[in-house]
């Protein structure tokens, strides 16, 4: 079908909601700087970004952090000293809220821009102050040796994102929330899945009940690497209704195994294999192919790369990735 005038927006929730759109969002992740650089060298002129030299359509992030603080890093001694979690998660944090956010929403709903809200601080094992392997062992002591103390950090860290959720949601639309959960090795997730429920799932429930109760329609869940498929089935039935899965390396976590196991009512982002981007381009067009041309007839589909491009990845390869997308899409 043809719609003149779809905004970024229209073609993303068309496109995973399953509504129909114009074609299929031109999207993803954005490449490091050194990868930038790279292909400066290589064709992509100086002082055009990649994103504006292919058409790409961004997603936005309304501007709230959930991670400790500070930031992106472990919290430390956050199993041995109770009163370290005022400092690592202090909701009144200015730094939490970008600067002007609600305006900002708002003129990017205006502009029909596609605005995502991150609706976890990291997962499981990052609410227990993992970054390193000594505070894994710590952790998983803590699990076994502890759990009582380990439910009610979990309880309490939940309550700290959803008052911070509540606080931007009650003013700004979002078009969807991601939860990222990194818990799994290759051969299947670091815990049981016995503890999976015991200590996540009852966050995991309380979050997504209030994404549901403010209207979000797409909740994505997203991991990188790793099999977490023993994982999935409470969180679908907790109201997960998208994957976004990154770096696969298990055959059970392949998008084709995934929608066998889930059908097009679970949406999926991704799943291209991006390291045949450094391969010639036969084996780009079969990763293409592989990949994209069943889910996308199969529905909810927007397709992209599992990892965002590398610097070992030529500009030359990624261009020719983008022109197959650009054919399979047709004419807009």
Not at 298 to 308: E, F, I, K, T, V
């Amino acid at each position: 079908m043809n719609m003149t005038g779809t905004s970024q927006k229209d073609r993303f929730m068309g496109t995973l909601l399953g509504t129909g759109a114009d074609r299929f969002p031109f999207f993803d992740l954005e490449p490091d700087e050194e990868t930038v650089q790279r292909w400066h060298g290589e064709g992509l002129p100086s002082g055009t970004s990649v994103a504006d030299y292919f058409a790409l359509e961004p997603h936005w992030s309304v501007g709230l952090t959930l991670r400790s603080y500070p930031f992106f890093r472990k919290a430390a001694h956050i199993l041995t000293d109770p009163s370290s979690f005022s400092r690592y998660y202090d909701p009144d944090e200015p730094s939490r809220y970008a600067d002007n956010f609600v305006e900002r929403a708002e003129r990017l709903a205006r502009e029909g821009k596609v605005i995502y809200v991150d609706a976890s601080g990291g997962g499981l094992l990052q609410m227990l102050g993992v970054g390193d392997w000594d505070s894994m062992v710590a952790a998983a002591f803590a699990l076994i040796e502890r759990p009582r103390m380990v439910e009610e950090l979990m309880d309490r860290t939940t309550d700290f994102y959803c008052l911070c959720l509540e606080r931007a949601l009650s003013r700004v639309t979002v078009d969807y929330a991601s939860l990222y959960e990194p818990i799994a090795a290759n051969t299947g997730p670091v815990i049981s899945p016995a503890m999976f429920e015991r200590f996540a799932m009852p966050g995991y429930r309380k979050v997504l009940g209030l994404l549901e109760k403010h209207n979000v329609p797409l909740r994505i869940f997203c991991t990188t690497g790793g099999d977490l498929s023993p994982l999935l089935p409470p969180l679908i039935e907790a109201g997960v209704n998208g994957l976004w899965i990154s770096n696969i390396l298990s055959e059970e976590m392949a998008y084709d195994a995934l929608r066998r196991a889930y059908g097009p009512d679970i949406a999926l982002i991704g799943g291209i294999d991006a390291t045949a981007l450094t391969q010639d381009e036969a084996a780009i067009r079969k990763a293409v192919e592989d990949t994209a041309a069943p889910l996308l007839e199969s529905g909810r589909y927007l397709p992209c790369l599992n990892d965002r491009p590398r610097s070992n990845v030529p500009f030359a390869g990624y261009a020719y990735f983008r022109k197959l997308l650009k054919e399979i899409a047709g004419p807009a």
